[in-house]
């Protein structure tokens, strides 16, 4: 039996398999509450998952498989609760980033900071692209050679 935070993108196969090893070979229309809660505790036998972490790895997938197999009408199952809860984003007091501030480079503290201001995970924060409006402008590139200048290039950016 595997563990929740062992199962990733890397094992997609491997969690598929155990999720079907404990759910069977059933209809879809037989996979209902209950069967969820006996998943939970067949995959978290201690019970020390958080409702985001069932529901990410648990019911997202089945509740994925149903909607494609069933369309409108697989079985609407009620998440763990608590799993779509936004705890507020706690970060560590003033004296702590004034001890760390000197010791990062750049990409570092730009790294802290958004972590720090937007509570997110890091394999989070790589995924997030930002919507930027590209505009184009002129630019004059200026080469320099020392102290004297010895050309100009107009470009488009």
Not at 35 to 63: I, W
């Amino acid at each position: 039996m595997g563990q929740l935070h062992r199962l990733g993108e890397d094992n997609a196969l491997l969690y598929e398999v155990e999720i079907l090893k404990c759910l069977g070979a059933k209809q879809c229309d037989e996979i209902d509450d209950s069967e969820m809660t006996k998943l939970c505790k067949y995959k978290v036998p201690k019970g020390d998952a958080t409702p985001g972490t069932l529901n990410r790895h648990l019911y997202t997938p089945v509740v994925a498989c149903l909607r494609m197999a069933l369309k409108q009408k697989a079985p609407m199952l009620k998440r763990p609760k608590g799993h779509n809860e936004v705890k507020p984003v706690e970060t560590a007091a003033a004296e702590w980033f004034q001890t760390l501030w000197p010791k990062l480079n750049r990409d570092q503290k730009e790294l802290v900071m958004f972590l720090a201001c937007h509570g997110r995970r890091i394999g989070e924060a790589r995924a997030r692209r930002p919507k930027v409006e590209v505009i184009q402008a002129d630019v004059l590139v200026k080469a320099t050679q020392g102290s004297r200048t010895i050309g100009r290039t107009p470009g488009r950016c």
